[in-house]
């Protein structure tokens, strides 16, 4: 009799345990974020074409992420992405048809739409340091101007992939800081100005807030 009340009282105990466990390892999960929110700053550094076109630094980008929890370490998302490039300077500019001297705006708008991955290798999702990859579409428009003359224009969508490497750091309850690198290349495409297609790459500098 002994012997049974002992062994029902070990089932009951494996069962309780395992009950716990369970609640506990569903806590866990329920405690990593189904949902992260992000929004951040972005300076960009032009490179290739995008610099032969607009050699300054863009201090004019936003970017905003929306992530969805995929599995344990991974999240699926997408990204919206907006970059400014200016310069005005005077002096002569040679085009294959000629070339021009005065006072020269130019103007390169970037916008990206990407469908994003992310893993996270440190124990909580959305947390500590990430590496992530972006594909979807780039639309880069580009403008011109000499003088008071009226601007010109030229326009083209592009495919783009973004590599990127990350942290998020705590910084209140429901609220973390994003720091972000991330290298944007697109194909080539359009018929710029100067003649021909171009690709528009650069490196971002991103800080943000990721809200839970």
Do not use: C
């Not at 062994?7 to 369970?22: E, M, N």
């Not at 201090?59 to 995929?70: L, S």
């Not at 224009?153 to 720091?179: W, Y």
């Amino acid at each position: 009799m002994n012997k049974k009340r002992l062994a029902l009282s070990a089932a009951f105990a494996a069962v309780i345990t395992g009950g716990a466990g369970s609640v506990v390892a569903a806590r866990a999960q329920d405690a990593e974020p189904p949902f992260i929110n992000v929004g951040s700053y972005a300076i960009a550094i032009p490179l290739g074409d995008t610099h032969n076109f607009v050699p300054n630094l863009s201090w004019f980008g936003a970017n905003w992420e929306g992530q969805w929890r995929y599995k344990p370490k991974t999240s699926v998302g997408v990204s919206l992405g907006l970059q400014d490039f200016f310069d005005q300077t005077r002096g002569t500019t040679v085009f294959s048809s000629g070339a021009v001297t005065g006072q020269q705006s130019r103007e390169l708008l970037l916008g990206t739409v990407m469908g994003i991955g992310r893993y996270y290798p440190g124990p909580t999702l959305g947390r500590g340091p990430y590496f992530g990859l972006g594909a979807g579409g780039q639309f880069a428009q580009q403008y011109y101007q000499l003088g008071v003359t009226n601007p010109i224009g030229r326009s083209a969508f592009h495919f783009a992939v973004a590599p990127e490497v990350g942290v998020i750091t705590p910084v209140m309850e429901g609220l973390d800081a994003v720091f972000t690198l991330r290298f944007t290349a697109t194909t080539s495409a359009g018929n710029y100005l100067g003649g021909g297609a171009r690709s528009f790459k650069f490196i971002t500098l991103g800080f943000g807030m990721a809200e839970f």
